[in-house]
């Protein structure tokens, strides 16, 4: 079935550090999004992108969807403390149940102040 | 924040007892999921409806049921609730999804249930 695998699971960067967490997929993408989850909290939604070779920025993050549709990335240029927390990629495919996202398991981001 | 209720928030239950958690949304949003959280899993989907009564199973459904009588209730049961079955579970809404839209979705606070 259809997969999508997030690196690296973990990530401790000093504040003012870039970051940067991959996603790959096993099959082409229709789209892809990307959550934050606080600890403790729920994942919200960050953003969606749909085209080939895609390039959305918010503030200090750059979100990035493949020529392939099959990976993505997110960067956060000069890291805060308030970036705290897991980064998850979710990949949806084309059609009936591949239509449904399937979340990476998330990059744990830690910032040490 | 979306108008999500989950409830209740915690729930600590022995082996083999039946478990209901309950989703609440004022959205009206027609999809509803959810999902189970636990460490080095990231989310997993384990039911989700598309409609009142149309429920479909997700990548982890096993020893799951759903119902879904109104739109904005979707509930999930634990038929017979096993020490494997302790995680967080949350549930999200979305306006449209499977392969027919490409709408966020947006989470409740989730359930931490624990099983002994």
């Known amino acids: 079935g259809q997969q999508v695998m997030q690196i690296p699971q973990y990530q401790h960067v000093q504040e003012g550090e870039d970051f940067t967490t991959y996603c790959n997929s096993s099959?082409?993408?229709?789209?892809i999004q990307w959550y934050k989850q606080r600890p403790g909290g729920h994942p919200v939604f960050l953003i969606q992108?749909?085209?080939?070779?895609e390039v959305k920025k918010q503030k200090r993050l750059t979100f990035q969807f493949g020529e392939a549709k099959k990976n993505s990335s997110l960067h956060i240029t000069a890291t805060q403390t308030t970036d705290v927390g897991t980064y998850f990629c979710?990949?949806?495919?084309?059609?009936?149940?591949?239509?449904?996202?399937?979340f990476g398991k998330g990059t744990k981001l830690s910032v040490k102040p | 924040d979306a108008g999500i209720t989950q409830s209740p928030r915690h729930k600590v239950t022995e082996t083999g007892t039946p478990v209901t958690l309950r989703c609440h949304q004022t959205?009206?949003?027609?999809?509803m999921y959810w999902y189970r959280q636990d460490p080095g899993h990231g989310l997993r989907l384990i039911h989700y409806?598309?409609?009142?009564?149309?429920?479909d199973k997700g990548e982890v459904s096993d020893g799951y049921s759903v119902s879904r009588s109104k739109t904005e209730d979707f509930l999930l049961t634990l038929e017979s609730a096993t020490s494997s079955q302790t995680s967080v579970y949350f549930c999200?809404?979305?306006?449209?999804?499977?392969?027919?839209?490409?709408?966020?979705?947006?989470f409740g606070d989730g359930t931490r249930l624990s099983i002994l």
């Open positions: 999200a809404i979305s306006e449209s999804g499977g392969g027919r839209g490409n709408q966020p979705q947006h």
């Open positions: 099959t082409t993408l229709s789209n």
């Open positions: 409806s598309y409609g009142v009564k149309d429920t």
């Open positions: 979710a990949g949806r495919g084309y059609g009936g149940s591949q239509g449904n996202l399937i």
């Open positions: 992108l749909v085209k080939s070779g």
């Open positions: 959205e009206n949003h027609r999809y």
